[in-house]
């Protein structure tokens, strides 16, 4: 038996700090369900390398999850999502801020069907405050954070870290803030809003 056995999460992230923190949960077991436009993850089209069609990016960050395509917008897709809702105890979403809540997704919306939800938002710059509107992405974080200073020639520009860590970093620490708050749960019944930015 895995420690996340028979918790349920709802994905509703592209890209990869999202990913990467459902990744880690359904690494320890729990039940994700990826919800993906009809288009799909952005990364499902980066490489090469691909492996039968698939991108290794996507492959890597996707892996133990199960896939559903949804369109969020349309009505008929609206009772099997609220179904969904109902039965999770996690989603994790990186919609830019008010966007979920234009779809019916926001933390209100779905914490009304399902007060025991813990749902976890990620974004460039956190759901308020002067950047919520922006954004995010790992290239700008590490430029802003002086990450890219530090890295390359001496006497040179700066460079990028070759590997995304602002994303990983944040995925991370959702899945640790998301276990967390399910350990909370056990105590009050309830679940919470975690935000987190890059």
């Keep these: 038996m895995s420690a996340l056995s028979g918790i349920k999460v709802l ?12 990744m880690v949960l359904a690494d320890l077991g729990a039940d994700v369900i990826k919800l993906e436009s009809f288009d799909g993850d952005d990364t499902r089209g980066l490489g090469p390398p691909f492996l039968h069609g698939m991108s290794a990016y996507f492959a890597c960050c996707n892996r133990n999850k199960r896939s559903l395509a949804m369109d969020l917008a349309a009505p008929a897709s609206r009772p099997l999502f609220e179904a969904l809702v109902r039965q999770a105890d996690v989603l994790v979403e990186n919609f830019r801020t008010g966007g979920a809540e234009r779809l019916g997704a926001g933390y209100a919306a779905l914490s009304a069907l399902n007060p025991r939800l813990v749902y976890c938002s990620i974004s460039g710059y956190g759901r308020d405050g002067p950047g919520a509107t922006l954004p995010g992405y790992d290239y700008a974080v590490q430029a802003e954070a002086g990450m890219m200073a530090i890295t390359g020639p001496v006497e040179g520009p700066p460079y990028k870290v070759g590997v995304a860590v602002a994303d990983l970093a944040t995925g991370q620490n959702a899945a640790t803030a998301i276990l967390a708050a399910l350990l909370q749960r056990q105590a009050t019944g309830l679940g919470q809003h975690i935000d987190l930015s890059l």
Excluded: H
């Design 11 to 22: 994905e509703l992230s592209r890209v990869l700090a999202g990913p990467w923190c459902a």
